[in-house]
């Protein structure tokens, strides 16, 4: 049976769901999706909501969860969790630094029926990785959980997040994934939203040395055809068209957090007025079909010109809603990232200008710190 | 090649259907036609199936044929235009957005092209229609300005070798995949879809003619429009075969080996690393790849490392006897046995579905 469309046809089951099991994190990277205002350990959910949670999920519909954080293996009933996703049936993805407890519960991990590992790498020389993760030793540690995931014959994804401090390396991080033996990389460009919005005249690279790391990617493709599947995510600010954010808004992918508030997407606490609701006041289903944080760009009656008359509204849906309120100031705006944006020209007037300069120090993600984004009228004033 | 064709035999003299055939009768007629007079039966499709042409000649074969595919839209839209039943047009015009796609970059016309360049055409030269035989361009305005003049009834039933077209295809990608190392199943993409839309197209169109053809006059006109779809299918074989086997008479202006080509990179290496399924491995799905039943959505989907597999009807009949001990043959025998279809046809589909996961990195043998 399904759960959602006998009377709403226009509310599509979803397929994913990111579970951020918690914000801790032996890692301090300065691109981190996780919010500014990090949760606290303290306010967690329990096991028992986590596994209630993943059970309701299933019936929705979800096929895919990925545990993620923060670091997942922080908490002390991972492996319970993933238990849980499999005797649902539930496709888990363990989304990990490989740092801290990780790789002491891999085995456990394996044996419950983990389908997948993701593994972030920051650099390919250690020195660099170490810097940009802000952790020491944190490059061995990696390489060994990597092999024993690949002894375990767990599927490797390694993922790379680049800006102007790695993008040098995008072939190492290719050869590097060929010698760990994963079967995936993603090389991601750095998206600027939260600590990477802060941080972002420290991250951004200039327009030849992304177009350089996609003909790498594009070389290497071909080459290793077979062998590694490549994942490449273009930095927004260049592109012609936005992404469509999350899959769309409340189409695919909800985001549950450390405290079980439900988002649409990880970053839609910046945007103000959006009312989301708990897993401990709502069902997923009442959540995902009706909480007004995920009816409030649902679809496309929302748009405004140009995405309202576009033929691609269906395609991006409007692009990033958190996007379009840091750099147009309205949540409801085309993102900016698109070239039909007035705004377009602007943003990659921005990114140019500030990838020219000398970067400034990182801003390290920290649990209770006071961070303020520095660009708060940057564009829109 | 001295081999002797027999002459297709002719479609039953109209004499024999002066009385009004039952609507199962018709039917039989129709696919009568066909099995006498579908281009499957051409020296030019053997050829072309068992792997006997140059890569010279199956150019001017991809060359050709997007011509008959660019017009097709054309064909349907005359149809369209002639149908006073929105109920009618609503499903008419899916041909038209199944072969123009909904976006550049979409559709069976440019899963032509796509054919055209991975036999080594520029894009820019093909799209021109410079060398195309006149023989082509001939068959193929006579079946537009029939559809146009003829009536409705006559325009629908003229599409009806749409019923045959299944047949053919998984022959000519069987033939093709095994024959000639130059054909990737990328270039194939074009017939992927048609195996699906064919059917559709025919049903329906079936439908239409053996409801509509109500005396024995407008029985016999069906079938003469199918008969002339054929021959416009048959004449285009003709042409090629003149031009480009024997006696080998390029007319003026039509392509010459040679021309209308991209320059082919010096040895450029075949993808790394990986080499093909064949017949004998055992392929299995790897950990961390799973076949689910989607209660839900109520459909089988291939879960995988962050992403999702949506599988047609055929894939998941494979993928439910993929586990690691059957051979590619022994599933190709199993699913011969099931749906009564020859297994080395479909060997050769679940080849180039296996080598596609394996690329992906979701599949193991």
Redesign the interface.
Known sequence: MNALTPNRPDVPAPVGLLAELTHRCPLRCPYCSNPLELDRRSGELDTATWQRVLTEASGLGVLHVHLSGGEPTARNDIVEITKTCADLGLYSNLITSGVGGALGKLQALYDVGLDHVQLSVQGVDAQNAEKIGGLKNAQPQKFAFAAKVVELGLPLTLNSVIHRGNIHEVEGFIDLAVKMGAKRLEVAHTQYYGWAYVNRAALMPDKAQVDASIRIVEAARERLKGQLVIDLVVPDYYAKYPKACAGGWGRKLMNVTPQGKVLPCHAAETIPGLEFWHVTDHSLGEIWRDSPAFTAYRGTDWMKEPCRSCDRREKDWGGCRCQALALAGDAAATDPACSLSPLHAKVRALAVEEAAETPPDYVYRTIGSNVRSPFKEDVNS | MNAVFPPPAPTPDAAESQRLLSPDELEAALRDIGARRYHILHPFHRLLHDGKLSKDQVRAWALNRYYYQAMIPVKDAAVLARMTDASLRRVWRQRIVDHDGD?PGDGGIERWLKLAEGVGFDRDYVLSTRGILSATKFSVEAYVHFVAEKSLLEAIASSLTEMFSPTIISERVAGMLKNYDFITKDTLAYFDKRLTQAPRDADFALDYVKTHATTPELQRLAMAALTFKCNVLWTQLDALYFAYVAPGMIPPDAWTPGTGLIAEAPGAPA????RKMVADDKPRL?????L?H????GKY?L?A??R?FDLDDNAVAVLKLVDGNRSVAAIADELGRTYAADPRAIEADILVMLDGL????VLER
């Open positions: 976006h993808a790394a690393g990986i790897p950990r961390g790849v799973r689910r989607d209660e839900t959505r989907v879960l490392p962050e999702t394996a690329e992906k990195r």
